[in-house]
């Protein structure tokens, strides 16, 4: 049975590893950031992050269902919430809502799921990245975080 879930997870990660998805919004529009884990595996620990940031601080931070607004980067705060916030059927989605051209970037959704089975706790992590891209007029807007070439 657990080796049935550990393979079940590895899977969902491999292919979750090849598929980035890509999102393309506009200014001012509100963005949803997918990523979904096996609804039978319960998870302790939830985390998104922008890659390009060069903080401590996360986009969104949930630990045993409990958000910590206090550890999300400044500019996120008040903006970031999960699309279901019960969390159904593995549904750790997060929608950035007044999306401005300092949020493009690639996000990244980690999860950290804890079973205890048999008297054995057992520790599986999942990640799925997610390309953000903020057009204005039909036309790229390039981040302005980016480092100069």
Known sequence: MLLGKVSSLLLLCLSAAADQQNITVKPGDDATLQCHFPSDAAFTQLQWTRLEQKSDRFVFFCRNKRL???????????????RDPEMKDG???????????????????EIISSMIENGERTTSEFSSNVSLTVTDSGELVENVLSSPT
Request: aromatic share 12%; proline share 3%.
């Open 68 to 82: 910590f607004e206090s550890y999300q980067h400044p500019s996120f705060r008040g903006r970031v919430e999960l």
């Open 91 to 109: 549904d750790v989605s997060v929608t950035v809502k007044n999306v401005t051209v300092n949020d493009a970037g690639t996000y990244k959704c």
